[in-house]
């Protein structure tokens, strides 16, 4: 058993909550200590991708805990030292833009914020339509920034969708061994 605690964050990327949720217990199965945390849109919105109270539940099984989803449950992440990285999977170009300006107004925000305050690592898996446009320098931004990496990402429908990218859930579990030895997985860029 591993003896650090990963703080799951979600927004509201609703398409890629499967992809979470795998990567949820894969995390659970390699020994992890899962923190669920979930933004206020992620853990109360319906959509077609399924029921909030299901998508809640089933993330709560997994992890064996009570997910965080409020702005003041996310505060005490930092200063109780919960976690030893916060991961967002998914973090929408909404929460990248707000991270970027030091917005927090969302539990998602907050725990980030939060952790970082005590300079601990902040791993992001990015799942934006945008991210090619309006946010492509919010990515560059925060590239820059102590403690923030990045799950590697590419574009998922450069046709359709060209200005979208998502990360690669499948390399999670190596991301964040990186991250938690201070260095960004590479190429982040596939």
Not at 118 to 135: E, K, M, T
Request: glycine share 6%.
């Amino acid at each position: 058993m591993k003896d650090i605690t990963i703080g799951f964050a979600m927004c509201g990327s609703f398409c890629t909550f499967a992809k979470a949720k795998e990567t949820l217990k894969e995390l659970v199965a390699l020994g992890y200590d899962v923190l669920p945390i979930m933004s206020e849109n992620a853990f109360s919105t319906d959509t077609r991708f399924g029921k909030a109270a299901d998508i809640n539940a089933e993330i709560e099984r997994i992890t064996g805990k009570r997910i965080i989803n409020t702005i003041a449950d996310a505060e005490p992440i930092g200063p109780k030292e919960m976690c030893d990285i916060i991961l967002i999977a998914p973090c929408t170009g909404n929460t990248l833009a707000k991270l970027t300006a030091g917005i927090t107004d969302t539990s998602v925000t907050m725990a980030a914020k939060s952790h970082l305050r005590i300079l601990r690592p902040v791993l992001i898996a990015l799942a934006s339509n945008d991210a090619l446009g309006a946010n492509a320098k919010n990515i560059g931004q925060m590239m820059n920034r102590k403690h923030i990496y990045f799950v590697p990402f590419s574009q998922d429908d450069h046709k359709k969708k060209p200005n979208s990218l998502v990360a690669d859930f499948s390399l999670i579990p190596e991301a964040l061994e990186a991250a938690l030895g201070s260095k960004q997985l590479e190429p982040v860029i596939k």
